[in-house]
């Protein structure tokens, strides 16, 4: 069976997008503010700024606002303006003049007027289920900003060098500051202790961002009555379809999702899964199980509730990978929604193969928790 990188690297070489064209090697734009950070090679990695060719590119990276104002291909469009500006960095030297200049960056409220000079014209695209896709890409001779203006209480954490990277995302995150706006301080090396702080992969940072708001919700939780009743939540949008159910159990999570026809007439599935203590190691899903499960553990823990959750996922024709944000904002309109509940088992489950083209009767086989659950009724299928 095909893994799911796998899959999803065959899918995004089926389908070129057409993207800016840089003229020669000089650049004048805005950075949205956004900086991208690669793995390979690690631990000295390629890092840089993301840049547009227009005054305001905010909009080109802020994932909270796109699932409400625009469109698939409005968003493809904004990244596909994006230029990838890079240099190799050791990731422990976030004090040198490169490295800060991508903290100015990422910790800056507004765009950034910006002047950059490439060894040779960008090239190329990059679309991933991991991170927002953006267009070209080259090394970075050269860069200058303007001077950013900080948000606040950015700029409050970045200068406390005894505050943990950790407590850094749960504060600034019950300030009300967006997730992506934390990610990409924390993938500065903006946060933590002094002697910790180095450049984070974006790819890992965005996990590390989810899988830190989780935990502290998780213990919480674990803590709760159960709910009494079996709810179902629901979302679409992007060429997805989510449906959320939660069970009158101990925290428990499972996810699986279904890929179908987008590339060819094959259907591919993919599914992981935690016990009430939770996982070690990473799950195969990639960054979208842990962005799912932080949103449902949270809103668990504002509501003073325990529960078993289980998130049904289908994608269809049409899906481009556009990145996590998509799994964490439709599960995040999902949990804002008002649920159907359920007093038994059996009809919650019956309503979700109702509203899903592969529902609960296509999965059993599959899924790991509601086979094995004591109040099972998947028999009565």
């Given at each position: 069976m095909i893994g799911k990188r796998a899959f999803l690297d065959k899918l995004t070489a089926l389908r070129p997008m057409q993207s800016v064209t840089l003229k020669g090697t000089s650049f004048e734009g805005s950075s949205p503010p956004s900086v991208?950070?690669?793995?390979?090679?690690?631990?000295?990695?390629?890092?840089?700024?993301?840049?547009?060719?227009?005054?305001?590119?905010?909009?080109?990276?802020?994932?909270?606002?796109?699932?409400?104002?625009?469109?698939?291909?409005?968003?493809?469009?904004?990244?596909?303006?994006?230029?990838?500006?890079?240099?190799?960095?050791?990731?422990?030297?976030?004090?040198?003049?490169?490295?800060?200049?991508?903290?100015?960056?990422?910790?800056?409220?507004?765009?950034?007027?910006?002047?950059?000079?490439?060894?040779?014209?960008?090239?190329?695209?990059?679309?991933?289920?991991?991170?927002?896709?953006?267009?070209?890409?080259?090394?970075?001779?050269?860069?200058?900003?303007?001077?950013?203006?900080?948000?606040?209480?950015?700029?409050?954490?970045?200068?406390?060098?005894?505050?943990?990277?950790?407590?850094?995302?749960?504060?600034?995150?019950?300030?009300?500051?967006?997730?992506?706006?934390?990610?990409?301080?924390l993938s500065t090396g903006a946060f933590g202790l002094a002697k910790n702080r180095k450049l984070v992969p974006t790819r890992w940072s965005i996990t590390a961002t989810d899988d830190i708001l989780a935990k502290p919700a998780m213990a919480d939780i674990r803590q709760n009555d159960p709910i009494g009743e079996y709810r179902v939540y629901e979302s679409e949008g992007f060429h997805n379809k989510f449906a959320i159910m939660l069970t009158p159990n101990q925290w428990q999570y499972e996810a699986i999702e279904v890929f179908d026809k987008i590339m060819g007439d094959k259907t591919f599935s993919f599914s992981d899964f935690e016990g009430h203590f939770g996982r070690k190691e990473y799950s195969e899903m990639g960054g979208c199980y842990y962005a799912q499960r932080q949103v449902i553990a949270n809103e668990l823990q504002k509501q003073d509730e325990q529960a078993g959750a289980f998130v049904f996922r289908e994608v269809s024709e049409g899906y481009v990978p556009t990145g996590v944000w998509v799994c964490r904002e439709l599960t995040k309109q999902a949990m804002e929604s008002t649920p159907v509940t359920f007093k038994t088992r059996s009809d919650a489950l019956n309503y979700v193969d109702s509203k899903l083209k592969f529902g609960v009767k296509y999965h059993k086989d599959r899924m790991q928790l509601i086979n094995s659950a004591k109040q099972s009724s998947l028999k009565e299928f």
């Amino acid at each position: 069976m095909i893994g799911k990188r796998a899959f999803l690297d065959k899918l995004t070489a089926l389908r070129p997008m057409q993207s800016v064209t840089l003229k020669g090697t000089s650049f004048e734009g805005s950075s949205p503010p956004s900086v991208f950070i690669g793995q390979a090679n690690y631990p000295k990695v390629f890092a840089g700024p993301m840049l547009a060719q227009t005054p305001d590119s905010f909009a080109y990276d802020a994932p909270e606002q796109w699932l409400s104002k625009y469109q698939l291909g409005n968003v493809i469009d904004f990244r596909m303006q994006l230029l990838r500006g890079m240099k190799a960095v050791p990731v422990n030297a976030v004090g040198n003049r490169f490295a800060q200049q991508l903290q100015e960056i990422a910790l800056s409220k507004d765009s950034l007027f910006t002047h950059a000079e490439f060894d040779k014209a960008p090239r190329g695209t990059s679309f991933s289920e991991d991170h927002a896709p953006f267009g070209p890409s080259a090394e970075l001779k050269q860069m200058q900003t303007e001077n950013a203006r900080w948000q606040k209480d950015m700029q409050k954490a970045f200068y406390d060098t005894d505050l943990r990277a950790a407590e850094a995302v749960n504060e600034l995150t019950d300030k009300g500051l967006a997730f992506t706006q934390i990610q990409k301080a924390l993938s500065t090396g903006a946060f933590g202790l002094a002697k910790n702080r180095k450049l984070v992969p974006t790819r890992w940072s965005i996990t590390a961002t989810d899988d830190i708001l989780a935990k502290p919700a998780m213990a919480d939780i674990r803590q709760n009555d159960p709910i009494g009743e079996y709810r179902v939540y629901e979302s679409e949008g992007f060429h997805n379809k989510f449906a959320i159910m939660l069970t009158p159990n101990q925290w428990q999570y499972e996810a699986i999702e279904v890929f179908d026809k987008i590339m060819g007439d094959k259907t591919f599935s993919f599914s992981d899964f935690e016990g009430h203590f939770g996982r070690k190691e990473y799950s195969e899903m990639g960054g979208c199980y842990y962005a799912q499960r932080q949103v449902i553990a949270n809103e668990l823990q504002k509501q003073d509730e325990q529960a078993g959750a289980f998130v049904f996922r289908e994608v269809s024709e049409g899906y481009v990978p556009t990145g996590v944000w998509v799994c964490r904002e439709l599960t995040k309109q999902a949990m804002e929604s008002t649920p159907v509940t359920f007093k038994t088992r059996s009809d919650a489950l019956n309503y979700v193969d109702s509203k899903l083209k592969f529902g609960v009767k296509y999965h059993k086989d599959r899924m790991q928790l509601i086979n094995s659950a004591k109040q099972s009724s998947l028999k009565e299928f």
